[in-house]
């Protein structure tokens, strides 16, 4: 008899598992999905906030840091935004579309130091 309870216990617990498993899984997905909806109509703040959620929830999704990059990079946020393109691809260091990301915002930092050096001279003269 107490065996077949502990068998019970032991099957709903296994069963209980799984069910918050799939939950976290699919609350992780909604974070990003989320996220990608907010970036789609401009609301970089709460795409942002969705992202680390998804970063926080699954700190190896390289997806996660990629998308979280962009968004600090289209609110100005050069420094965070190169920590999470170097995450990224620390996670996937093959990734083509977290390459390219990253390839496109060292150039345009270089353009913006260029274009800050000729702001400079122009205002020396």
């Given amino acids: 008899m107490i065996y077949k309870k502990i068998k019970l216990y032991a099957l709903i617990l296994i069963a209980f598992t799984f069910i918050l498993s799939g939950c976290s899984r699919s609350y992780k ?10 970036a789609q109509n401009d609301l970089w703040e709460e795409a942002i906030f969705r992202w680390k959620k998804a970063v926080q929830l699954n700190p190896e999704s390289a997806a996660a840091h990629n998308n979280l990059a962009v968004a600090y990079e289209k609110k100005g946020l050069l420094d965070e935004a190169e920590k999470e393109y170097e995450t990224a691809l620390k996670l996937n260091p093959k990734n083509s579309y977290i390459k390219a990301n990253f390839e496109n915002f060292k150039k345009n930092l270089v353009s913006q130091d260029e274009d800050e050096k000729k702001e400079k001279k122009d205002e020396k003269k």
Avoid: L, P, V
């Fill in 29 to 38: 997905s909604s974070q990003i999905k989320f996220g990608i909806f907010a």
